[in-house]
């Protein structure tokens, strides 16, 4: 790829996405030392109370009287499953609804509809719960087959465990992908929580997304989708043989609202055939910062693109990475460089548009 061609790409994408909105306060870049992160993270998402002209008017109405619904497999909650619980959730819902999850596994398929915002799955840190479900592709199509789909604006999970406990797939099986969770609403923040899976362990499919101090486990394209997400000290593992794809994001077009950005995040797993990431599209966005990459990352680091077009429509971006998988001497042609200025706009909140949004995890 020319870098010509390149440096005009890179000016398409910031014109288009560095407005005065994303700027201001969401402006502050994560630091590039790892220690500085939490205070970071208190500096750019401070509490409630501090925020009252800087957030959404319908998210600081919904956060003024939360409502609180216990879910206990033990018959000591105010319902056993957690179905149950979001069925009890009005439709249009105004209000902040945190569901409290007891310890244990819990057997269900969710679906959070598109009309019940504001609702947080929450479980106890040191006794965190279980979804789990066994949905395939076959069975439900792709996208349906996820243990947990949210589709509603303004969603929060923190302290939760999501598996798909289908079995891997063998490459022979038609429709054996399986997910363990499809995000399709805007606004959406992810704290502490686990991702087991597969091929296709998540779908981050559309909107924002802020997830925090998560594990994600997947074989091929286990990060897929049209999301606009950042994801922050959060780690990517992983599992299985033969050819590995954590990243397949579908962007379609140069001047497109998406793209992921991982930040002091770690890339781990076995043997060296791991690519960060695939052309599925023809315009995926990704960016790693500031990642340790183990030596499972392919020397060449992204998949060689199907169509040779595509060299010049991807934007793959990696920027003071570290680890024996960071060596960029054999990185395929089309890995984008970038400079200081572009890694604080892929390292700060205003990737997500998130000062307006995104709130610390609650402590009750």
């Known amino acids: 790829m020319g870098y010509n061609y390149v440096s005009l790409i890179v000016i398409a994408l910031l014109v288009v996405v560095t407005s005065p909105v994303v700027f201001g306060n969401d402006a502050s870049p994560i630091p590039e030392n790892k220690f500085g992160i939490e205070q970071w993270f208190k500096t750019n998402v401070p509490s409630l109370a501090s925020r009252k002209g800087t957030l959404d008017q319908a998210l600081l109405i919904a956060e003024t009287a939360p409502r609180v ?4 497999k033990n018959g000591r909650g105010h319902f056993k499953t957690i179905t149950e619980a979001i069925k009890s959730v009005r439709e249009g819902n105004t209000r902040r609804v945190i569901i409290k999850i007891g310890p244990g596994v819990y057997k269900e398929k969710i679906t959070i509809d598109r ?18 479900y066994d949905g395939t592709a076959l069975q439900y199509g792709t996208v349906d087959s996820a243990t947990l789909i949210v589709m509603s604006d303004y969603f929060m999970a923190v302290n939760i465990i999501v598996k798909n406990s289908a079995p891997m797939p063998d490459g022979k099986m038609k429709g054996a992908q399986a997910l363990s969770m499809r995000i399709s609403g805007n606004k959406a923040a992810f ?12 779908c981050d499919d559309a909107g924002n997304h802020f997830f925090k101090d998560c594990y994600i486990e997947g074989t091929f394209d286990f990060i897929f989708g ?21 990243t397949a994001h579908a962007g ?12 002091h995040c770690t890339v781990t797993g076995t043997g060296t055939g791991i690519y960060l990431g695939r052309a599925w599209m023809s315009y995926p966005k990704v960016v790693y910062a500031y990642t340790d990459m183990s030596s499972v990352v392919n020397p060449s680091g992204w998949q060689e693109n199907r169509e040779t077009g595509q060299d010049k429509t991807v934007f793959y971006g990696e920027y003071k990475c570290t680890g024996t998988g960071s060596h960029k001497e054999k990185r395929v042609k089309f ?25 610390p995890p609650p402590t009750r």
């Open 226 to 246: 049209s999301g606009r997400s950042l994801y922050l000290s959060t780690q990517l593992h992983v599992v299985g043989d033969g050819i590995r794809v954590i």
């Open 115 to 132: 009309n019940k915002p504001f609702i947080t799955l929450y479980g106890h840190p040191n006794a965190m719960p279980v979804l789990t």
């Open 69 to 72: 619904i216990k879910v206990k």
């Open 335 to 359: 890995t984008q460089d970038i400079d200081d200025t572009e890694a604080k706009f892929f390292t700060s909140l205003g990737y997500i548009k998130g000062s307006s949004w995104v709130l």
């Open 191 to 202: 704290y502490n929580c686990k991702f087991y899976g597969y091929q296709d362990t998540i």
């Open 252 to 263: 379609k077009a140069t001047v497109e609202n998406s793209g992921y950005t991982f930040v």
